[in-house]
């Protein structure tokens, strides 16, 4: 059974940084893509960016581009996302999600795991 462990959530002021990681288990994780979804308080759960299983395809919900970069480690069976100029709109539960073939989208049917997820906060 895939596990899929988020860290790296946490407080931060607007303007301030903060890396998520995902360290997965229970299935190889180089033959598939990866990726991260939010929830914020009374809304939907929505994509927020993903990465092919080489590293090579990333694919950012329009909101964070430019700001936000995913990433991945294969050796570690670890993907990264790294946040950049946080804003207090960006407050949410993130997730990271195993995808089902090796590359993926913004779409939740793509991806056949998913995490319990990590709070982050941002503060105005």
């Known amino acids: 059974q895939v596990q899929l462990v988020e860290s790296g959530g946490g407080l931060v002021q607007a303007g301030g940084s903060l890396r998520l990681s995902c360290a997965a288990s229970?299935?190889?994780?180089?033959?598939?893509?990866m990726g991260w979804f939010r929830q914020a308080p009374g809304k939907e759960r929505e994509f927020v960016a993903a990465?092919?299983?080489?590293?090579?395809?990333?694919y950012y919900e329009d909101s964070v581009k430019g700001r936000f970069t995913i990433s991945r480690d294969n050796a570690r069976n670890t993907v990264y996302l790294q946040m950049n100029s946080l804003k207090p709109e960006d407050t949410a539960v993130y997730y990271c999600?195993?995808?089902?073939?090796?590359?993926?989208?913004?779409?939740?049917?793509?991806?056949?795991?998913w995490g319990q997820g990590t709070q982050v906060t941002v503060s105005s």
């Open positions: 999600a195993g995808g089902r073939t090796r590359y993926a989208g913004n779409q939740e049917g793509l991806f056949a795991s």
């Open positions: 990465i092919s299983w080489d590293g090579i395809i990333t």
């Open positions: 229970g299935r190889p994780f180089s033959p598939y893509a």
